[in-house]
C-alpha cells in the first residue's frame, strides 16, 4: 500500500484547507444569495451562522479525520465501536461525488467563459448576452466538453499526491486567486457611483429579514464551509499533531468570510454603477456581469477586456481549489479501500463524477427530459446535496462526536494531548452536544417542509 502522505506545512494546511472552502460558493453563490436577502443583514446574520456553527462543525470533522489519519469512511469505522456509523463516511463521499458532477458544469461554464473572454469577450446588448448563455448551455456538446475537462484538469492534480499535488497547487493558486481579487475590487469600487453598492453591503436593513433569510444564511455558510460531506475529515486525516485544530479552523473560516465579502465588493459596486439590479440570482455571473463588464468600461475596451479576463479566471481558479478537494475524499477511499494504487482509485472517481457531470451538463437544456421532480438533473443533484444530505451530514457528525466518541479522544484532539490550553473545550462539547445539532434541525425540518 502506498504511502498516505501529509501535508508539509502549516501554511499548506490552512491554504489547501482554505482552498477547499474558497469556491463558486464565495464569488458566485454568496454575492447573488447577498443580493437577493437583503445585503448587509443577510451578512450579519451569516458571520454569526459561521462563527457559531460553522467552527464547531469544521473541528469536529477535523477531530474524526485526525484521529484516524485514513479515508472518510475509516474514520468514522474506527471511532464507531462496531455500529454502522462508517455509512456517514460513505454518504459524504457519495455527496461529494455528486456535487463534484454539477460543481464541474459550473466550472466549466466559467471555462468557457474565460476563453471566449480571452478572444474578445461577449459583445451585444443585453437580449444577446443572455441568448448567448441560453444557446451555450444548451448546447450538447460544448458545455459538456468543458465539464469533462474540469475534472480531468483536478484529476491531474489529485493523482500527484497530497504535497506534491494538493498542497504545492494551493500555494500557488490561492496567492494567485487573491491577487486578481483586490486587482478586481480596486477596480470595482472605483468607478463612479459604486459607493451605493458599498452601502448595500454594509448597511445593514433588517426589514427584509425573516426566517427564511436566515435559513438561507445557514445552508450558505455550510456550503462555503465544506461542511456534512467529510472533505474536512480527510484533509484533516493529513494534518499532523501539531496542528491546532480550533485555531486552524478559526483562521480558514476568517479567510473563507473575507473573500466572500470581498467577492461582493467586486461585484455591486460595478453593478450599482451601471445601474443593474443585483438580485438577478444565479445568472448574476453569466448574465449580468458580462452587461456589466461592457458598459461600466465601453468608453476603455482594453480595460473592460483586462477585467473581465481576470474575473472568470478567478472564478476558475476558485473552483479548482474546491473541485481538488472534492475529487479528493472519493480518491482516498478508493485507493484505500480497494487497495489499488492512488492512480487508479483517483481514476474511479474521475469516471464516475465524469458520468454525473454529462448527465448535469445534458440536462442544462440539450436533453431536457433529464429531470427528476420537476427539477432538471443539475438542479436535482444540487438540491439532493445542499437540502438534504449536507444537513442531515453535518447533524450526524455533531450527533455521533458529542454523545458516542468517547470524551477522551475528542479532548486529546482538541488540546492536542494536554499541550494546548483547551480552555474553551467545555463550551465546544455543549456546541456539537446541543446547539449545534438543534439548529441544523431545524433547518432541516423547515426545508422539508413541517413548519
Ligand atoms: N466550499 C466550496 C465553495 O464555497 C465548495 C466545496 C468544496 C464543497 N468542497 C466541498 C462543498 C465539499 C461541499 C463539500 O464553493
Redesign the pocket.
Known sequence: MENRGSFGSKLGVILATAG???????????PYMTGQNGGAAFILIYLVCIFMLGIPGMVGEFIIGRHSAANAARSYHNLSNGKPWGILGVMGVV??MI?LGF?AVVAGWCLQYLYASLLGGIHGDVSYVKQYFVEFSSDPIKPTFWTIAFILITHCVVVKGVRNGIEKASKILMPMLFVLLIVLVISSCSLPGAFKGIEFLLKPDFSKVDENVMLEALGQAF???????A?LCTYASYFSRQTNLLKSATQIALI?TIIAIMAGLMIFPAAFSVGVNPDSGPSLIFITLPNVFQQAFGSMPVVGYVISVLFYALLVL??LT??I??HE?GTAMFYEELKVTRKKGAWVETITCCIIGIFCSLSCGAMPELSLFHLNFLDFCDHL?SQLF?PLGSFATCIFLGWYVPKKVVSDEFTNWGTLKGSLFGVYLFMVRIVCPLCILTIFLHQLGVF
Open positions: 477547499s472552502a474558497v469556491g463558486l460558493g464565495n464569488v458566485w453563490r454568496f455527496t461529494s456535487i460543481y456550503f462555503s464551509l465544506s461542511l456534512g460531506t472533505c473563507d476558485a473552483a474546491s473541485t478537494s472534492m475524499i446535496t449536507m
